[in-house]
């Protein structure tokens, strides 16, 4: 009778790696949020830019370069939290190497490396597009 191999022992996480692991874990759930919500304050700001134009017929100018300004500063916010959440994925996958041999990890799902770049090329293009229909809609209006 054959006697059960016994799974090689893998150390316990210290207070300090299971902290790396909580912050690691934690900050990818507020940035991903995060994302979402420049989204929907570009959409809110050129809102806000268009009703303005409506109003302010004589800085429509001005009011376009916002809604440059704004479409801009929000694509570079999205890439800077896409940056951000690479380096948080980056840690969950040492600390998924180093406590969970490739078996478990292709079989609980622990890949972090994938870069999940689809979502915030989807809010980009969002942005894109907002932007450049509100752009449209200001230049299509007639100015008395």
């Known amino acids: 009778m054959t006697e059960p191999t016994t799974p090689p022992t893998i150390p316990a996480m210290n207070p300090q790696q299971a902290q790396a692991y909580k912050d690691a874990t934690d900050n990818l759930i507020y940035l991903k949020r995060e994302q979402f919500q420049v989204t929907y304050y570009t959409w ?71 870069p999940h770049r689809g979502v915030v090329l989807f809010l980009t293009l969002v942005c894109v597009v907002a932007g450049g229909f509100t752009l449209k809609v200001m230049l299509s209006s007639p100015v008395p």
């Open 44 to 114: 809110l700001l050129l809102a806000a830019l268009y009703i303005l134009s409506r109003q302010l017929k004589s800085d429509i100018l001005v009011l376009q370069v916002g809604v440059v300004a704004v479409t801009a500063a929000s694509i570079a916010i999205l890439w800077t939290f896409q940056r951000n959440i690479n380096r948080f994925r980056e840690r969950l996958n040492y600390i998924y190497g180093k406590y969970f041999d490739e078996a478990e990890r292709k079989g609980l799902g622990l890949n972090a490396t994938d």
